[in-house]
Structures are given as C-alpha cells and as structure tokens.
C-alpha cells in the first residue's frame, strides 16, 4: 500500500495556480534544489518502450537567449524567465538508438544485454515496420510532450510558474543552438521562473469546459 505525499486539496490548488505565465520576474532565479527537482523531473519522464527519444537543452546563456527571441514571436518570456527549456527530439530515431537503450536497460538493470535482446526485436520491429501508418518523429513528438507535461505539474507543485511555448520557429532554433549537428530538432519550448507582480494573467479565471462535457465514464 503506497503512502499518501500530497493531498488532493494541494495538488487541485496548484493546478488552479499554474497558468501560461506571460510576463516572467526576471529578477528572480530558482533556487539550485529546486531546479535540480525539476530537471530530474524531465529525465524520469515516462516514454514509450522507456525509450526515452529526446534531449532537453536548458539555455542558460543570455545571448543565445536574445538570438532565439525573434525566433520566438518576440515573447520575452524567452528572456525574462529564470530557465528556458527547449525540448527537442532525437530526429529519425532507429535500431541503433534501440541498441544504446538496451546497453543502458542492461548496465541499470543489471543484467547481460543478451538477455534483452528479445524486448529490443520487439521495439526495433515497431519502429521499422509498425502496425500502423506511423511517422517516427510526429511519435517522438508525443512522447515528448509526456515529458513537457510532467516537467510543468512538478514545477506548480513546487510553486514554479511555466509557459509552453510553440509560438516559435523549429528551424530557426535549432540553427542558433546547433542542434542538426546532434542529430535533434526543436518541438517546442518552456520557459520556467517566478511571475511578476504586474503579471494580470495570473488574476483571470481559468476557462475550462464543465467537468460533465470533457469526462465520459463508462461502466
């Protein structure tokens, strides 16, 4: 029986407290615990097969940060928040990814690779020939937005405001932080920091369907 760390109390007010931040304290840094927090946060992100097909890049230089800003529709959240995540994803991701998961899985897990040989036919075997129409980077795609996800509920449980941000040029990040070199491309970015005080978005009421019309139970 697994013990109770929150209660659902918090963990709705928190919900209500996060919002789309629009304008970022750009006084204000999360502290190193914190942010370590959220970081592992990203890396603990469940995925498909656990195969985790993705790159976080944290962006902590001001000057690259002001070269993404016009590549961002000028929101300077880009600047202004104490953290910028750029999450990106492994681009075209193959058999070889497969085997570097697998030789992670054995050294973790403890056990000789061999042994996980069969569970890597079966992934492999997904993504080169899968059950259905599937484009592997629209699928790593949604693996990644799991992960961008789990990071922004860790940081209003931890009283850290975010903003998704898709309003930006893919191809244009990833010429400024070099990322067709590695082999990744950008899907979308989250900056991370405390709100200003002259912030009113935080003061507008959450708009959301009633529970009734976006919940179906079926028993």
């Known amino acids: 029986m697994s013990s109770q760390i929150s209660t659902p109390e918090t ?6 407290w996060r919002y789309a931040t629009k304008k970022f304290d ?4 999360i502290p190193n ?6 970081e592992q946060s990203m890396v603990l992100a469940p995925s498909s097969f656990g195969l985790q097909p993705w790159k976080f890049i944290v962006v902590r230089n001001p000057e690259i940060r002001q070269q993404l800003l016009p590549h961002s529709w000028g929101q300077a959240q880009v600047v202004d928040a104490s953290h910028l995540v750029v999450f990106t994803i492994k681009q075209d991701i193959n058999g070889d990814d497969v085997e570097r998961y697998l030789e992670r899985m054995a050294e973790v897990q403890q056990v000789p690779v061999d042994n996980l040989q069969k569970f890597g036919a079966v992934v492999k075997g997904f993504i ?3 059950p259905y129409p599937l484009n592997i980077d629209e699928w790593s795609i949604r693996q990644l937005y799991i992960a961008l996800g789990q990071f922004m509920t860790s940081a209003a449980m931890l009283g850290i405001d975010t903003c998704p941000m898709e309003g930006l040029m893919p191809s244009k990040y990833d010429e400024v932080l070099g990322l067709a070199a590695q ?3 950008t899907a979308v970015a989250c900056p991370a920091g405390y709100r200003a005080a002259d912030d009113h978005s935080a003061e507008r009421p959450k708009v959301r369907f009633k529970t009734e019309d976006v919940v179906q139970y079926v028993d």
């Open 11 to 16: 963990v709705l007010q928190q919900l209500h």
């Open 26 to 29: 750009s006084t204000k840094k």
């Open 33 to 38: 615990d914190i942010w370590n927090a959220l």
């Open 128 to 130: 080169e020939k899968p």
């Open 183 to 185: 082999g990744y491309k």
